[in-house]
C-alpha cells in the first residue's frame, strides 16, 4: 500500500468505502468532526462515532451508537477518518493495526499530517491520504 496523493486515487477511495469510522468524532454540529461525516452519512456512507465520553454517555449519532476506540468496532470499517491533532494520531496507531479486518483506508483529514504513523500504516498493508478533507473532495470530484 500507499500514500494517496493524485485525484484517481482519492476518487477510487471515496467510491469504493461504504463504512467510515470517525475517531474524534464531535457532539457539536458547528465543528468540522460532526458536519463532515454528517455529510458524508447524507451522501450514503455508513458513519461510526469513535468518542470515549459520548459512548460513555450511549450516545448515538446517524443512527450508530459512539464507540468509546476503534477496538470497540464490530464490523468491517473501508475508512478511519481521523479528527485529531497530528501529534496524537499515533495514541491511536495500535488500536488501527488490530483492527480486524484491517481498514482499506486511514484519512487524516485537512491539516493533520503525522508521516511516521503514515509509514507504518502504510508498511502493514493500509493506504493513507494526509491533510485532505472527505468533504471538500467529495464534493469537488464526486
Known sequence: MRELTTTSDIVNVLR?????????????????????????????????PVNPTLAERGESYFGHKAVASLADIDVSVDVVDVFRRGDKVSEHLEDMLAMRPKPKTVWLQLGIRNDDVARVLVNAGIQVVQDRCMLADHRHLM
Open 16 to 48: 469504493e468505502s461504504k463504512v467510515v469510522a470517525v475517531l474524534g468524532f464531535h457532539r457539536d454540529d458547528t465543528k468540522p468532526a460532526h458536519y463532515v461525516p454528517e455529510y458524508l452519512h447524507r451522501q450514503g456512507y455508513t458513519i461510526i
